[in-house]
């Protein structure tokens, strides 16, 4: 297991090792936004099993994260949550303010942001769907 920069080939190979729902919800729009994401980031990071990757994630346009993670992240969990606090620390101390916005439906997502130390704030409308804006302050 280890930590690499997104590159545009992790990202084809993400899609290979997504389960079904991922998949379905990664529509041509969001591969475009995903490539846009990695591309004008100022730190990225892929969590790889082996060759393949269970999560990628980074950090651009003023502190905004991202992620994106397949099913593999629940048997690797420690490498999974380890990581991604290491990689919250790297991203804070570029920025004061880290923040997103995360579908009202992964709670998941937003107790493992809680767990990261991000604050789940107001709820706002993305696109037709209920968001949480999530913010971690230094």
């Known amino acids: 297991m280890h930590v690499q920069p997104v590159t545009f080939g992790v990202i084809d190979d993400l899609e290979c090792v997504m389960g079904p729902t991922e998949r379905q919800e990664l529509t041509e729009i969001d591969r475009t936004l995903l490539i846009r994401a990695a591309a004008n980031s100022r730190h990225t990071f ?77 709820t706002v409308e993305i696109m037709g769907q209920i968001a949480r804006k999530v913010e971690r302050s230094a």
Do not use: N
Not at 73 to 95: C, G, N, P
């Open 46 to 122: 892929a969590g790889l099993v082996g060759a393949k990757p269970i999560f990628l994630g980074g950090v651009y346009y003023e502190g905004c994260v991202w992620m994106v993670a397949t099913p593999g992240v629940a048997d690797h969990r420690k490498f999974y949550l380890r990581t991604t606090k290491q990689q919250t620390e790297i991203m804070q101390s570029m920025f004061p303010v880290l923040w997103t916005c995360v579908d009202a439906r992964y709670v998941r997502s937003l107790r493992w942001l809680e767990w990261l130390g991000f604050k789940i704030g107001e």
